[in-house]
T-cell receptor, first 111, second 118 residues
Framework: QKEVEQDPGPLSVPEGAIVSLNCTYS??????FMWYRQYSRKGPELLMY????GNKEDGRFTAQVDKSSKYISLFIRDSQPSDSATYLCAMSAGGGNKLTFGTGTQLKVEL | DAGVTQSPTHLIKTRGQQVTLRCSPKSGHDTVSWYQQALGQGPQFIFQYYEEEERQRGNFPDRFSGHQFPNYSSELNVNALLLGDSALYLC?????????????????FGPGTRLTVL
């Protein structure tokens, strides 16, 4: 069993839709949770960074962490075609530790 | 701020050869991590360098080695290349513990080096 599970998709939504992306994990030591966006053949770009449980909002993006359920989510409001990319969740135990990634969810926002 | 830079962009090698990939971290960052990303997969941690020493290592064989220089830049070396080493190799930098406990794990990635082994 992988430490981090993420549905690979692909997920296709119409422009303007609310997108929900999710990951589950098994390692209770994870305390820091990140979402990265990766365009085709590019490096991952850090979108959101949260510590422990709770919500964090940045523009059209909201990250949620539920440590009791070992479940994290990223919501994208008013999705745009430019949001079409692969979204990777990542997590670490803290203290400058390594990141453990999910497999990524491929998102396509259609006009 | 140039961000994390990597060279070369693309590389084609044959089985058994050796390769060296290079990375310059984001300004103000002293910790460099390397990841391997196979097609359709998330990045897998190879190792991390801090103060010119390997600080952590993932489940990769000794054919994978690295180095960090006094200016914090880093190299990844892979010996005796296998077909399965074909992947996107990503370098990430972070402020490490100097950034405080909250930011220590914020890793910023470079564009990657795409390695093809024939």
């Amino acid at each position: 069993q992988k430490e981090v599970e993420q549905d690979p998709g692909p997920l296709s939504v119409p422009e303007g839709a609310i997108v929900s992306l999710n990951c589950t994990y098994s390692n209770s030591a994870f305390q820091y949770f990140m979402w990265y966006r990766q365009y085709s053949r590019k490096g991952p770009e850090l979108l959101m960074y949260t510590y422990s449980s709770g919500n964090k909002e940045d523009g059209r993006f909201t990250a949620q962490v539920d440590k009791s359920s070992k479940y994290i989510s990223l919501f994208i409001r008013d999705s745009q075609p430019s949001d079409s990319a692969t979204y990777l969740c990542a997590m670490s135990a803290g203290g400058g530790n390594k990141l453990t990634f999910g497999t990524g969810t491929q998102l396509k926002v259609e006009l | 701020d140039a961000g994390v830079t990597q060279s070369p962009t693309h590389l084609i090698k044959t089985r058994g050869q050796q390769v060296t990939l290079r990375c310059s971290p984001k300004s103000g960052h002293d910790t460099v991590s390397w990841y391997q990303q196979a097609l359709g997969q998330g990045p897998q941690f190879i190792f991390q360098y801090y103060e010119e020493e390997e600080r952590q290592r993932g489940n990769f064989p000794d054919r994978f080695s690295g180095h960090q220089f006094p200016n914090y830049s880093s190299e990844l070396n892979v010996n005796a290349l296998l077909l399965g080493d074909s992947a996107l190799y990503l370098c990430a930098s972070s402020p490490g513990l100097a950034g405080g406990p909250y930011l220590a794990d914020t890793q910023y990635f470079g564009p990657g080096t795409r390695l093809t082994v024939l």
